[in-house]
C-alpha cells in the first residue's frame, strides 16, 4: 500500500492522482491501521508547518510518524512534509515540529517576492536514487515562503537558488522531502514519485 496521509492539506487528492498516473493504487488516509501496514508513506502539505503539526496531534499521528520513519519506512515528505521534520519553524512565531531532522524551517529572505512560486532548478549535489533519470539542473514547481535549514548540511541532496541557496531535496536512509511539489513538476515529478515508490516496493514486502 502507497498511503497519502490525510490531515487536512488541500493538495491531497492531485499527489493521489499523480501516484495514480503511474500504475499504483495509492491510499489517502489518517487510520493507523493503514499507516502501519503501508510500503511507502507520503506527506503532502500546503499552509503552514504549524497548523500542520496541530492536525497531526489532534490525529494522534505524531508519535506514530515518528516510529514509522526511526523504523527506516520508505517515507516521503512534500512541500510542509518537508518542513515538519525539523526541529521547528519559525512561522507565525517558534513551533516545535516531529524533531527527525535538527534544524529550523527559516522565512525566505526580505527583499524577496513570496512567496517563491513557480518553476525553478534543482542542482544536484549528490548521486541519489530518487533522480534516476532525472537531469541535473531540472525544474520542478514550487510555492512556499519558509525553507528548511538542516544542521547537517550532509543532508542536502538538491539544492535551489532564491536570493540564498536552500536545500530543495534532503535524503537520509529512507527518508526523502522535497521543497518543491512533485505533482505539479511534471515529467520530472512523476518520474520522482516512481523512483520512490519503485525502491520502496523492492526493499519491503506488502
Known sequence: MIAVIDYGAGNLRSVANAIARL???????????DL???????????????NTMENLRNLGLVDLLKKLIADNRPFFGVCIGLQVL??????????NCLGIIPGRVKKLPDGLKVPH???NQVRQRVSHPLFEGIPDGADFYFVHSYYGEPEDNSLVVGETDYGI?????????????????????????????????RRALATRTP
Open 23 to 33: 500504475g499504483y493504487q495509492p491510499r489517502i488516509t489518517s487510520a493507523a491501521r
Open 36 to 50: 502501519l501496514k503501508a510500503q511507502a508513506i507520503i506527506l503532502p502539505g500546503v499552509g503552514a508547518a504549524g
Open 86 to 95: 525539523f526541529t521547528g519553524t519559525e512561522e507565525g512565531g517558534w513551533h
Open 117 to 119: 512560486m513557480g518553476w
Open 165 to 197: 541557496t536552500m536545500g530543495s531535496v534532503i535524503a537520509r536512509d529512507n527518508l526523502v522531502a522535497t521543497q518543491f511539489h512533485p505533482e505539479k513538476s511534471g515529467e520530472h515529478g512523476l518520474k520522482m514519485y516512481d523512483n520512490f515508490i
